[in-house]
């Protein structure tokens, strides 16, 4: 029986067909992955059909995908041994629309076609649209096919235009699968039949599709998608010469994460943190995003749906059947779906690193040296608050220097009986921390603090707020009374109490400093929580931090300086000479003059003196004074 049937395309495919050969988009060789990517799908279903391994079919033809492009006929074959089809399955399959992928292509058509020629050709090129994408660059295609269930091989003839045809195959026709026959448009013959084109369109594509790939006799897919792998038995040596093939990077990973989940959403994902980070310059801070598959196909690749950017350090890829192949790239915006494997994800690589913090500090230390910047933007991630904030790091003054790392559980551990709150301290480097007046009354209570160097460190602090009925308090802000309720830490070497005399002089004093200052303070009073220091400044209303407040102010451009209260240590040495002076004459100009002095200090300390001029005019006239003095005393000792 040699008959020759002729049918007509349905109208929406004839419209399909149309928009591809006029098309003028450039993006043509996806058509090579569109076709491999049918020639897995019929060697997966032959597979299941058999039960047969991959590797090979016990008889009949090795399961593979051959491509053989021929340069003077300026055709290109691809030929497969998979499932094949009947005449039945032949016109179902390629001569309607309704199954494939194609059927969301055409709704978004429909759109497209309503804005402007140049969103049709945009739309095709984020396509795939199945088989028809091979009349981007063919002229005719003859397409030969053995089901595997019988029957007599057919060829289907089509050059796109209308209708196509179906009779029975000769001797040729293949033992098993499927043979397309391309001939290729004249001007893209030179381009579609080099074989090192043909390669590089597989490598880019479809280099983890399971089956071996040959161009001519050479094999080109020779890596294989190790995600879909069960993990038990992939060796370590495999994930790391995975992961130099994926990031170019030599250096072993620092942990690998390789998980299979079937729900909410199928896929498997095996992802990387890498030992180092991406770089800071925008360029490579852009440079991140895991690749997506459909079914060992690449979708996209950099795809910044899968993972928040504060897990950007992390590299590798994610594979889900859910997805068509044919997706657009705006429609994987926003996915519902990818949503769904963004927050499973999330939840593993956090979880990777709660095990790397208890079970390797060690690593987890250079995870937090390598990729701690952009880890710290994590605060913004509500639903995941409390484990990010268990995996936050931060120095602090139990440490003895500024390497050492704890986090907030480390704090908890160590606090003391009673204690509801966690204490922090911002300051640009642990010297001044230390050195902080705000950090006095923690060191003699022996009450840890934990020292912030970077400004994310206090939004961090800012939207954890409570961690494990902990409350996040920054040092400024800290209630003496919660303070008082706990004993001495250091040896009591306090000051002689001050007499009866002195008591009553101080209001007096601190009236004298709050004269001089006027209203650049809100208030002059004695202090509870200085030891060391003579004054410190302390916000009014206790909420904003002197760093917080120093940030908002650089957003909005306030230079002026912010009013605060002033507390005056009355156990130190140079307050109570302020004291012993303003006892001999209420009105002496030294105590106005000191008060100055001690107010720009505490702005220097705080950060906030802009203009150091005054300052150091003063300092240098004290100096003058006190050499006269110290020079004069001298002679008298040495008379
Ligand atoms: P999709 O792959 O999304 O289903 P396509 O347009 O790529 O859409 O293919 C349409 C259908 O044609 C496939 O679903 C399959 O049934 C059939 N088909 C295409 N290529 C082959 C092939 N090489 N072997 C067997 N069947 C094929
Ligand atoms: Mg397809």
Redesign the pocket.
């Known amino acids: 029986m040699a008959s020759k049937d002729t049918f007509e395309f349905k109208a929406e495919i004839r419209q399909l067909l149309d928009i591809l050969v006029h098309s003028l988009y450039t993006n043509k060789e996806i058509f090579l992955r569109?076709?491999v990517?049918?020639?897995s799908?019929?060697l997966d279903?032959y597979r299941h059909s058999t039960g047969h391994s991959a590797e090979a079919s016990e008889e009949g033809p090795d399961l593979e995908i051959r491509i053989r492009p021929d340069k003077d006929a300026k055709t290109l074959t691809?030929e497969?041994t998979?499932?094949?089809?009947t005449r039945d399955?032949?016109i179902?399959?390629?001569g309607t629309?309704a199954?494939?992928?194609?059927a969301t292509f055409m709704r978004e058509l429909a759109e497209a076609k309503d804005k402007s020629e140049n969103a049709v050709a945009d739309l095709i090129g984020r396509f795939?649209?199945?088989?028809?994408?091979v009349y981007m660059v063919a002229d005719e295609v003859r397409?030969t096919?053995r089901s595997h269930t019988g029957g007599p091989a057919l060829v289907w003839t089509s050059d796109g235009k209308g209708s196509y045809e179906i009779e029975e195959a000769g001797d040729d026709a293949p033992a098993r699968?499927?043979r397309?026959e391309i001939r290729l448009k004249p001007d893209l013959a030179d381009q579609f039949t080099d074989p090192a084109t043909l390669k590089r369109i597989i490598k880019t594509h479809s280099n983890f599709v399971r089956y071996p790939i040959f161009v001519d006799e050479d094999r080109v897919n020779t890596v294989s998608a190790l995600w879909r792998e069960p993990k038990f038995q992939i060796k370590p040596e495999q994930y790391n010469e995975f992961y130099t093939f994926l990031t170019y990077d030599q250096a072993e990973p620092l942990s690998v994460v390789h998980q299979s989940v079937d729900a909410p959403v199928q896929f498997n994902a095996l992802v990387f943190i890498p030992a180092t980070g991406n770089g800071f310059l925008p360029l490579e801070r852009d440079n991140w995003g895991l690749d997506l598959y459909v079914r060992r196909v690449l979708i996209q690749r950099q795809n910044k749906e899968l993972l928040p950017e504060y897990l950007s350090f992390v590299k590798g890829v994610v594979d889900t059947e859910d997805l068509?192949?044919?997706i657009s790239r705006e429609t994987l915006q926003d996915n519902l779906l990818l949503g769904k494997i963004r927050s499973t994800l999330t939840k593993h690589v956090l979880g990777e690193l709660e095990k790397l913090a208890k079970e390797n500090e060690e690593k987890y230390f250079l995870f937090w040296d390598a990729h701690s910047e952009i880890f710290k933007g994590g605060y913004q991630d509500f639903g995941n608050r409390d484990r990010f904030a268990g995996l936050v790091r931060f120095n602090s003054s139990v440490h003895e220097d500024h390497l050492e790392l704890t986090g907030l559980d480390g704090y908890i551990e160590r606090a003391k009986e009673g204690q509801k709150e966690i204490y922090y301290l911002y300051g640009p480097s642990r010297e001044a921390c230390k050195l902080s007046p705000h950090a006095e009354i923690f060191r003699k209570k022996g009450v840890e603090v934990l020292y912030l160097y970077e400004p994310i460190d206090e939004f961090i602090m800012d939207a954890v707020r409570e961690y494990k009925e902990f409350k996040l308090v920054s040092a400024e802000h800290a209630d003496s009374a919660q303070l008082d309720k706990f004993e001495d830490a250091e040896a009591e070497s306090k000051a002689e109490r001050l007499t009866a005399d002195q008591e009553a002089a101080l209001p007096g004093v601190l009236g004298r400093i709050k004269d001089a200052l006027g209203d650049r303070v809100t208030d002059v009073r004695a202090s509870k929580r200085l030891s060391d220091s003579p004054v410190c400044l302390v916000n009014p209303d206790g909420h904003v931090t002197s760093s917080m407040d120093k940030i908002m102010r650089v957003m909005t451009k306030d230079t002026s300086i912010p009013k605060k209260a002033l507390e005056v240590n009355p156990d130190h040495a140079l307050v109570r000479n302020l004291i012993e002076i303003y006892k001999k004459d209420r009105k002496d100009p030294f105590i106005a003059q000191a008060a100055e002095q001690l107010y720009e200090s505490a702005l220097l300390l705080e950060g906030y003196l802009s203009d150091p001029h005054a300052l150091v005019g003063r300092i240098q006239t004290l100096l003058t004074d006190a050499s006269g003095w110290y020079e004069q005393s001298k002679g008298k000792v040495e008379d």
């Open positions: 569109e076709l990517s049918n020639a799908d019929a279903k691809i497969d998979g499932v094949g089809m399955e032949i179902a399959n390629i629309i199954h494939s992928g194609s795939g649209v199945g088989f028809y994408s397409l096919t699968g499927t397309i068509p192949l044919n």
